[in-house]
Antibody, heavy 117, light 108 residues
Framework: QVQLVQSGAEVKKPGASVKVSCKAS????????IHWLRQSPGQGLEWMAI????????RYAQKFQGRVAMTRDTSTSTVYMDLSSLRSEDTAVYYC??????????WGQGTLVTVSS | SYELTQPPSVSVSPGQTARITCSGD??????AYWYQQKTGQAPVLIIY???ERPSGIPERISGSSSGTIVTLTISGVQAEDEADYYC???????????FGGGTKLTVL
């Protein structure tokens, strides 16, 4: 069965960086794009970035340009999301999701990132 | 930047029909998707390509599209349907993904 398993919760200070991982299993890793999305406390969903695991190409939401980077390791079927220059407004649950023409059909369990001094 | 607009809340009694709308200028051109999110859980895809249901999603959940508005319809609403619902699509170029602000469905 398809599974996306994310790394655990993080607590970071303002100005620091965080790296969240998303390990895929149950399907051919290079056949589907992976997206990162986030949800601030009590707020809606926000799309951040996409990576093509096959070639590694990425695209980022304008809001996060220059602060976010997605990478992948095909040997372990894992995607990484790096967010830098963290501020309190980045406190959120971060999700990875498999994407295709059928939408975001499988989601990770979410990773809470707390930014606090 | 491109936006999708949903009502913040919809309330219905059990057994009634709930309709949640989502409007966006690019919806005539780009497909819409709907997600259900219950408290403390990751979202779940319930409608894709405007009207299609993933396997395991009950037939009483349906989607429709008319011009710049897409609609999620839940017939015979049950207590278990109480959740937040999000529409999602892409901008007109298909390059960037966007979510509506979400609609909280309350079952009275």
């Amino acid at each position: 069965q398809v599974q996306l398993v994310q790394s655990g919760a993080e607590v970071k200070k303002p100005g620091a960086s965080v790296k969240v991982s998303c390990k895929a299993s149950g399907y051919t890793f290079t056949n589907y794009y992976i997206h990162w999305l986030r949800q601030s406390p009590g707020q809606g969903l926000e799309w951040m970035a996409i990576i093509n695991p096959s070639g590694g190409s990425t695209r980022y939401a304008q809001k996060f340009q220059g602060r976010v980077a997605m990478t992948r390791d095909t040997s372990t079927s894992t995607v990484y999301m790096d967010l830098s220059s963290l501020r309190s407004e980045d406190t959120a649950v971060y999700y990875c999701a498999r994407g295709g023409t059928s939408g975001f059909d499988f989601w990770g369990q979410g990773t809470l990132v707390t930014v606090s001094s | 930047s491109y936006e999708l607009t949903q009502p913040p809340s919809v309330s219905v009694s059990p057994g009634q029909t709930a309709r949640i709308t989502c409007s966006g200028d690019a919806l005539p051109k780009q497909s819409a998707y709907w997600y259900q999110q219950k408290t403390g859980q990751a979202p779940v895809l319930i409608i894709y390509k405007d009207t299609e249901r993933p396997s395991g999603i009950p037939e009483r959940i349906s989607g429709s599209s008319s011009g710049t508005i897409v609609t999620l319809t839940i017939s015979g609403v049950q207590a278990e349907d109480e959740a937040d619902y999000y529409c999602q699509s892409t901008d007109s170029s298909g390059s960037y993904w966007v979510f509506g602000g979400g609609t909280k469905l309350t079952v009275l």
